[in-house]
């Protein structure tokens, strides 16, 4: 009985210390980098924890103006810097964070780590950001939607609409009996890109639960449409002339050069005297063909002969 005695006065005296001292509550999205808000001065040594209930763990260390990452974070930590920062958030880093220093003492951090889903949308389109939540039986309820740290919508039983915001942004009428507490973006607009995360409050004012994040982006309509058709270029099906035109364009232009080429070798044959034509006897067969002088004279005849 005395562990577990002993663990709950710790998380007892941890619980009163946040209380009193903690001066931030920072939600971060899984992946991204995060820097501590909290640091100790240039002429101060100090260090950084993590804050568990067996035992505090040693983040970093600050000698001479820079921190100093331990071991077990250097491959998601930067070192050597003047301010502590984490290249990657992982869901398994979210707690409580205690930056003691030399001179203005220790303050603590509150860190969640939330999964965002990620969502692409085209400008003037509809989109709607999920977040659920059990609400019967708890009065007093305030949702909270925040982007990129500024409250967009808040709603209570109070409240018929987003407070504050423009007419595009909505929520469900009967969010408070259905749980529903998805927001609506109407004709989204590239100025409504950012983070967005659903916060839940009780009739104290506190936050209940984990908040739901989202990360919208907004793409114009040129450039949207742009991509597609980049990535997917049209499939076009050639008709029956488009495949049959190029066989006709070539079988033209074989008769053409058949053709040329029998007016050359005639040429040829005809000028080195093995082609013997009477032209005289041809003029004359065509003039009495054009004018019949009589119907009962015989034909002419073309003699056309050929020397092998």
Same mark, same amino acid.
């Given at each position: 009985?005395? %562990?577990?005695r ?10 009163l ?13 899984l ?8 640091n ?10 993590r ?6 763990r040693?983040?970093?260390t600050y000698?001479?103006g820079?921190?100093t990452?331990?071991? &077990?974070?250097r ?16 869901? /398994? ?13 220790t303050k603590?951090?509150?860190? &969640?780590v939330v ?10 389109? $509809? ?5 659920? !939540? ?7 309820l ?5 982007k990129? *740290? ?5 709603? /209570? +039983? $109070? !409240? ?19 749980? /529903? ?28 639960? =984990? ?5 919208l982006t907004v793409? &114009? ?6 991509? /597609?058709?980049?990535?997917?270029? &049209? $499939? ?7 495949? =049959?035109?190029?066989?006709?364009? +070539? ?28 032209? *005289? ?17 015989? %034909? ?9």
């Open positions: 009985m005395e %562990p577990v002993s663990g709950c006065f710790r998380a007892f005296i941890l619980f210390a946040v209380c009193l001292q903690a001066t931030d509550c920072v939600t971060v999205i992946g991204d980098p995060f820097e501590v808000p909290v100790c001065e240039p002429g101060e040594s100090g260090s950084l924890q804050v568990r209930l067996d035992g505090p040693q983040v970093a000698q001479r820079q921190w990452v331990s071991p &077990e974070y491959d998601r930590m930067e070192t050597n810097l003047s301010k502590i920062v984490f290249i990657r958030m992982q869901y /398994n880093d979210g707690g409580i964070y205690e930056v003691t220093c030399s001179k203005t003492g603590y951090v509150q860190l &969640e999964y965002a889903e990620k969502l692409l949308v085209t400008e003037g389109d $509809n989109v709607t950001l999920h977040c659920y !939540y059990k609400t019967r039986g708890k009065p007093g305030t949702v909270r939607w925040v990129n *740290g500024k409250p967009v919508c808040v709603k /209570n +039983s $109070n !409240y018929k609409g987003c407070n504050g915001t423009p007419d595009r942004l909505s929520i469900p009428t009967d969010w408070i009996t259905s749980g /529903n507490l998805s927001l609506t973006i109407e004709r989204v607009q590239p100025e409504d890109s950012g983070d967005y995360f659903c916060y839940i409050q009780d009739q104290h004012g506190e936050q209940s639960g =984990t908040p739901e994040a989202h990360r793409t &114009e309509k040129m450039t949207h449409q742009m991509i /597609n058709s980049t990535a997917a270029p &049209e $499939n076009k099906t050639q008709s029956c002339s488009e495949h =049959t035109q190029p066989w006709q364009i +070539s079988t033209w232009i074989l008769l053409v050069i058949l053709l040329l080429v029998a007016l050359v070798a005639f040429l040829c044959l005809w000028r080195s005297g093995k082609i013997n034509c009477d032209f *005289g006897k041809l003029y004359e067969l065509v003039e009495k063909s054009c004018h019949p002088s009589n119907s009962n004279e015989a %034909p002419t005849i073309i003699y056309l002969s050929l020397k092998l």
